[in-house]
């Protein structure tokens, strides 16, 4: 048996500081509103499981799982294990000073909010009275122990019985955070009659998972790794070998269904969840526009909110029937502009105004560009908020009535109507977006991306190509901009700040820039995720920030990556194709 | 030459040269109005010039840590405002205890607890400056220029609302310091605030200091070789790493000092967003003066600071425009989107446009 102290301490040390700041931020007092599974157990006056108390044992255990992964192939199981428990006892000493500093001198709060009454109470697990403080601190310390272990000890076993273990805890991790959405569908299969009351009872209790369920989707999830390989090679086989007509049949059929799942969907989720629905697709969409400029044309606009405030200020003040509308102002009379006329005004205005903000910056590069479209965002923010324009768009009060827009007689009012209008507009951007990937301007624009000397040296216009993707990345925005205006019913200059060009820009980083199902799953779980989850919206920008710093550190390529920018940030050229999708799977 | 020029001239370019004209007769039509309806008076504009100058000392100081971490890494640390918020964040319970014990109260203790609030902010912003080196830059050295850049957005909203989360969301003020009201007088009626003068004076010694730093050590002599070309200096022995962190320590400290000398200034108070505005107002500084030169932030960091005190008053008003005063950000932000547009190597920088910017 051998001991590397040196590793031991240095994974220690970073475990420790892990468990430190998510309690120092305060994540792990909010987050332990947040129940995973409810009445679990109770052990004197504190309750199992919360977020927070997740939070508080996953670090270590992450810890526990790292070294002993990095240590049992060279020096053995053993050394792995009793690494991973030295790690866990590292780990705990910051916190174990933590509570008896946060229960003696209860001044610190003065400085760090965090640090008060609620978080003693939940870190040392209900003994937060002074005298009691350091039995808390022990009842801490061992089950941090415990953790590193349990992650040891699960790294050292055969891997497929370490995939059906972790599979297991983060499938009930993750339904046990979403419980609530889980809460929400089912109250709509009940108003349908799909679904029993009591059936939903024996699921949950007051929208969060009970143990039995939890338990079930513990040993399901368990399983699913031992039994999946028996069922997915025999279909990937057939589909493999099937002829190429077949495969495009199998391919429409997919698509087919997709499309179903996507049009009843504000059917099968409810009114709240379509509300969520159409902000991710409004995001979408500004996603698939930005990542023109970003994504396919390497050009970083920081400046996105622009066309956004553009296209909301365009319809606000078509529609509006307040004091600033163009009804009020001019002899237009009201509701003279349907949406037919709406969509394309704003459009064009967006890109109007795309054009006009592209000209100047043109002959910038890189971080230049990025400053400078920041500080256009700027401007047009200050402005909009700004008693210059009061009389033209509303000042600080903004605009207000919007009405509703009408789609062939109908007001669309609900969600779930103007769920449709996202979608359609989403998938309407999405042709545009990968016809454009496969034009001559789409590999103009990569040309550019990659070197624009050398493009410009192969007789490409890159004035031309560039103010392109400029106008065509706005369009998308304003189109996003006029749906919000709508969807909100006001116009509000609050709306538009560098934050939403911040959102965008991380939406198409995680997901992968130029990668169209990356933007979309990055605006499910970067915009989705903080409207449903109330916890994680006053850590959202937390947790952006770390997500941008680790993607690039880690995985500059996105979540989802498009082939072409994997290879170019992973600098692997001269590899063939099927040798860097091999490389994109993380390691186990 | 005429024929040679128009035959050149392409579309983005007149584009160019009618807006710079259009903004150069704003500019001279706004000014002409304004001094000819004698709005304001004498004292109002050199109230306006030295609050100018003061707040423009304190955009140059962080300037500093633009310029020096561009000039070696041709990188902009968009998360340098955050850095400058950590100090000034940090100091300000510092400076609420010794508020308590009374320390401010008489001009020897306070000079005393002024000097310890700027070592103490400059230490604070100093080791996070080190710390995001270390683990968000160093490891991305050498990979596409836009991916840096990500980073430093990524780390300064990550640096923003961890601040949040550890000292909370409201604004904390600077207490008074007795020592620092009032005025000085220069003539009958004009006199000038008395903190700004001092906030002038710490700014100024500040960046002499630094400036002998970059001048006339070893260590700057190896910062500038390495900012004149990596390899080379790599090859004359100089550790290149260490440099880069010395210079991340520097910029980091002025920032942290700033951050001390924009509290005693600037009565609103500091909260966690303070640094957002102030970091991408001292880039456009930077630019203005010169990104890579120690005087040329100065320089720039000065006349931002006027430009955004007496614009607002001196053009927009000229030209009619309502609220002038909210627009005070517009002039800022207008003014680093020109600097960008029409002169991105700034006033004394070299012609380093092709390979920088």
Known sequence: ?588 | MGRDFLKRLNWVDAVLYVLRIVIIIAVIYGSYNTIMAGKYSSEQWVGLIMSGLAQGSIYALIALGYTLVYGILLMINFAHGEIFMAGAFTAVFAAEGLARAGWLETPFLATISILLLVLLAASVSMMLAVILERVAYRPLRGSPRLVPLITAIGASFFLQYTFKGLYGSGFKSYPLVPMLQGGIPITANISIPRVQVVVLVLAIVLMAGLYFLVEKTKIGKAMRAVSENKEVARLMGINIDRVIVFTFMIGGALAGAAGVINGLYRPQGVNFFMGFFPGIKAFTAAVLGGIGSVPGALIGGLLLGVFESIGPNLVLDGLGIRGANQLKDVIAFSLLVLVLIFRPQGIIGEKLAEKKA
């Not at chain 1, 920008?541 to 996105?558: H, K, Q, S, W």
């Open chain 1, 1 to 588: 048996m051998k001991l590397n102290f040196n590793t031991i301490l240095r994974v220690g040390a970073l475990t420790g500081f892990a468990i430190f700041y998510l309690a120092m931020v305060g994540m792990v007092e909010t987050f332990n509103e947040r129940e995973i599974i409810r009445d679990l157990l109770e052990i004197g006056n504190i309750e199992l499981l919360t977020l927070g108390q997740v939070l508080m044992i996953l670090p270590s255990m992450i810890g526990g799982y790292f070294i002993s992964r990095r240590i049992t192939p060279a020096d053995g199981a053993l050394s792995g294990i009793i690494s991973g428990v030295l790690v866990g006892v590292i780990s705990a000493i910051p916190m174990v000073i933590l509570i008896m500093a946060g229960t003696t001198f209860p001044n610190i709060r003065d400085m760090f909010v965090s640090v008060n009454p609620t978080l003693m109470e939940v870190l040392s697990l209900g003994f937060s009275r002074q005298d009691a403080a350091f039995t808390g601190a022990m009842i801490l310390a061992a089950i941090m122990i415990f953790s590193a272990l349990d992650g040891a000890i699960v790294a050292v076993l055969p891997q497929i019985w370490r995939r059906a273990i972790i599979n297991s805890a983060g499938w009930v991790l993750g339904i046990g955070v979403m419980s609530e959405l889980l809460n929400q569908i089912f109250s709509t299969f009940r108003d349908y009659g799909w679904i029993e009351r009591d059936t939903v009872r024996l699921m949950l209790q007051s929208g969060t998972v009970k143990p039995a369920f939890a338990g079930f989707i513990a040993i399901v999830a368990f399983l699913w790794p031992l039994v999946i390989p028996y069922i997915r090679t025999p279909i990937q086989e057939r589909y493999q070998t099937a002829t190429p007509a077949a495969k495009t049949t199998t391919n429409y059929v997919g698509y087919a269904l997709l499309m179903i799942l996507l049009l009843g969907l504000p059917w099968l989720v409810g009114r709240f969840l379509s509300d969520v629905l159409v902000t991710i697709s409004l995001y979408v969409l500004m996603g698939l526009g930005l990542n023109i400029a970003v994504g396919m044309a390497g050009l970083l606009d920081l400046g996105y909110l622009t066309n956004f405030a553009v296209g909301a200020y365009v319809t606000g003040l078509l529609v509006s029937t307040g004091p600033q509308g163009i009804a009020a102002t001019t002899a237009v009379p009201e509701g003279f502009f349907n949406l037919w006329m709406l969509i394309p005004i704003s459009l064009l205005s967006a890109m109007l105004t795309g054009f006009v903000f592209a000209l100047p910056v043109l002959r910038m590069r890189g971080d230049y560009l990025a400053i400078a479209t920041l500080g256009f965002g700027e401007i047009i923010a200050k402005l909009a908020l700004s008693d210059a324009l009061k009389p033209y768009i509303g000042g600080a009060q903004g605009i207000l009535f919007v009405p509703k827009p009408v789609f062939f007689g109908i007001e669309l009012t609900n969600p779930e109507q103007l769920y449709y209008v996202g979608l359609a507009a989403c998938l309407f951007m999405l042709y545009v977006t990968t016809r454009l990937f496969n034009s001559r301007t789409g590999r103009q624009w990569g040309a550019i991306r990659e070197d624009e000397d050398v493009a410009a040296a192969m007789g490409i216009d890159t004035t031309r190509t560039k103010v392109i993707a400029f106008t065509l990345s706005a369009a998308a925005g304003g189109l996003a901009g006029a749906l919000f205006a709508t969807k909100v019913g006001t116009v509000f200059p609050n709306s538009f700040t560098v934050i939403v060009s911040i959102n965008v820009l991380s939406l198409i980083i995680v997901g992968g820039m130029g990668s169209i199902p990356g933007i979309i799953v990055g605006a499910a779980a970067l915009v989705g995720l903080p409207e449903i989850l109330r916890e994680f919206a006053e850590f959202r920008f937390l947790i952006y920030g770390a997500l941008l710093v680790t993607m690039m550190l880690t995985r500059p390529e996105g979540l989802w990556p498009s082939e072409a920018r994997r290879r170019e940030l992973r600098g692997d050229d001269d590899e063939p194709p099927i040798e860097s999708t091999t490389t994109a799977v993380p390691a186990d």
